[in-house]
């Protein structure tokens, strides 16, 4: 895990390390542009980590926004295609609740014709066979091919099929400054290792903004201006599955509209409330309570239910009605993406920004940016992204719930080797990704292994993980950029506690009393070191 060199030479600098920056990366590799993507965090740690793992098929979008609904739908067979192993094929429902319009229900199996949607209708008493705990008054339905979708494994095989292809991908590097030349032509790219401090300089001929909600603090870098409306999208985790489809009202996209089964989990979102920061998300008690009192039109007695965490996104929302002096709601603005060459936007040659836009047509993204590049770099190298599947476990079957079971119990069973009982996490497992990723914090580790992302939320795995990472650092076996374990176990108990607050009564609030037990008063977690930025938290 040898560290960048302190100055190093490219064709393009991709910056944002979500699905659409690692798809970026991939596609440049692809057509042979040498390049590197940096990420000031971990991979997907941001907007495509922390949203409700939706695989669209479009018709959340057939009347709000149809040249979105028609690009998800496209993507989606893609996405089936070329990385079915990061998917659950869960198939999903739009249901007509007593509370949703009359004329949208009837004008709906049109739209979703119109967009290429496959959307069939379904006998009430199909569905409810189907999906048991669904509100009885429920007087329509309709299947269409939704799905769930892992994000971390969807980011790292696309930076893995870059890699292989000759790119590089370094996390936590922070774009600190843009050099350009006498024209205003990019050439070359300063970074910050937030880890060591130590400072990097990409000599390059472009730069590719994927910072999503995050573009325009990038764009100010070169010099450009560029105007997000973030959205806040909050959702809540609930102990188990309440369905086994995707089920989502039938009605224009609104709050607590939309219930996602992830793997023992299951999700409700989503709020769209927009902030004028991307790094301030906190969800309020207010918010929990309204998605709470929504889920009921689908699910009744939801609100009663035990909900494991609550947590927040920032959709990467361009609202391009701002540059006329007309600002609108987050949910008014358009969910299409949009490529923006600041070279003849703003004279700022080689800076390109992709911005708006859904994980689901992440690749479509990719695909029309480096296009632009492309042609500006003279490579006439078509894209091929959407032909060759994606590597390793990616490319394999479609997940299911009973997976990760059956791969442990296949292997001899017992618990003696697992570390998280929540999600079925082997010792073998978080052993392998600590060698993938020696400079990993326990945050890093939820996200390649989901420790910690079952109904525990982390108080029990997340002390045998930090004493496995504790071991390799007193034996040397970690890279010196590698957080001190004590410190990674701090900042990983205040982000937990941080997403229990809104949520915890109830059982909740018991376990939330149990876990601070077990970190306050058995491990006295309060006496170990911590970063700023963690003690800002607590």
Known sequence: MTAPPARTEVDVVVVGGGATGAGVLRDLAMRGIRAVLVERGDFASGTSGRYHGLLHSGARYVESDPASARHCAEENAILRRIAPATLEYTGGYFVATPDDPDDYVERFPAACAAAGIEAEPVSLTDLFAAEPLLNRGIRAAYRVPDASLEPWELVDANLASAREHGAAAWRYHALTGVERDRDG?????????????????????????????????????????????????SMLILSRRLTASVVNRLAEPGDGDIIVPVHTVCI????????????????????????????????????????????????PLYDAAALEGEHGESREISRAHHVIDHGRRDGIGGFWSIVGGKLTTYRLMAAEVVDAVSASLGNRVPCSTADEELPGPAAGTAYWLGDRLAAHEAEGGGDAELVCECEIVTRARVERAIDERGDSSLDDLRRTTRLGMGPCQGAFCMVRAAAMLADRAAARMLPSRAPDPSAALVEFVAERQRGTRPIAWGDQLAEHALTAGIFRGTLAIDGLPATDETDAQR
């Open 185 to 233: 032509a990019i050439h070359a790219a300063l970074l910050e290792d937030r880890r060591t401090g130590e400072r990097r300089t990409v000599a390059c001929r472009a730069i590719v903004s994927a910072a999503g909600a995050w573009a325009g603090e990038v764009a100010a870098l070169a010099g450009a201006e560029l105007t997000m409306s973030p959205g806040k999208g």
């Open 268 to 315: 409700l979102g989503t709020t769209d409330i927009t902030v004028p920061d991307p790094d301030e998300v906190r969800v309020t008690r207010d918010e929990v309570d309204a998605l709470l009192a929504d889920g009921e039109r689908l699910v009744p007695g939801l609100a009663g239910a035990r909900v494991l965490r609550a947590y927040a996104g920032a959709r």
